[in-house]
C-alpha cells in the first residue's frame, strides 16, 4: 500500500490523468501552428532579455584602501550646497559633501573651514 494511500484512503490522482482519454479532441493543423508560433515568440523574447546586459545594474569597481584596523579615509567628491547657518552672536558657513562610495542621499553637512583643509 502506497503512502499516500494509507493516509488518504484512495489512490492518487495525478494531473496527468485528470482527463478521461475518451474527452481527448483531435488537434486542428491551424490550432498547432498558433501554439508553436507563440511557443516560439515566447522563447525568442525570453532569449533577448537573457542576452540584454543591463549597463544600470553594473556598478564601477573602485579600490578601496583599508588600513590594517579595517578603517579608511573618506574622500569628498563634491560640495552639492552651500548654506550660512545664523546663530546668536555667529554665523556658521556650512557645505554639503558628496563622499566617494556613497549616494547623493548620504551627503553631508560639514563645515566649511574644515573642508578647506
Known amino acids: ?8 484512503g484512495r489512490k492518487r ?9 475518451k474527452e481527448k479532441r483531435n488537434l486542428g493543423s491551424d490550432l498547432v ?12 523574447r525570453l532569449k533577448a532579455l537573457s542576452d540584454r546586459s ?4 553594473v556598478l564601477p569597481v573602485e579600490e578601496i584602501k583599508v588600513r590594517s584596523n579595517l578603517s579608511y579615509e573618506e574622500e569628498p567628491v563634491v560640495i552639492l550646497e552651500r548654506e ?19 549616494e547623493t542621499k548620504e ?11
Open 84 to 102: 550660512v547657518k545664523v546663530l546668536h552672536s555667529k554665523t556658521v558657513p556650512l557645505v554639503k559633501v558628496l563622499w566617494r562610495n556613497h
Open 33 to 44: 501552428c498558433e501554439i508553436e508560433d507563440t511557443v516560439k515568440l515566447i522563447c525568442d
Open 107 to 117: 551627503a553631508t553637512w560639514e563645515l566649511e573651514d574644515i573642508m578647506r583643509r
Open 13 to 21: 490522482r495525478a494531473p496527468l490523468f485528470w482527463f478521461d482519454m
Open 54 to 57: 543591463d549597463p544600470s545594474h
Open 1 to 8: 500500500m502506497a503512502l499516500f494511500e494509507a493516509l488518504y
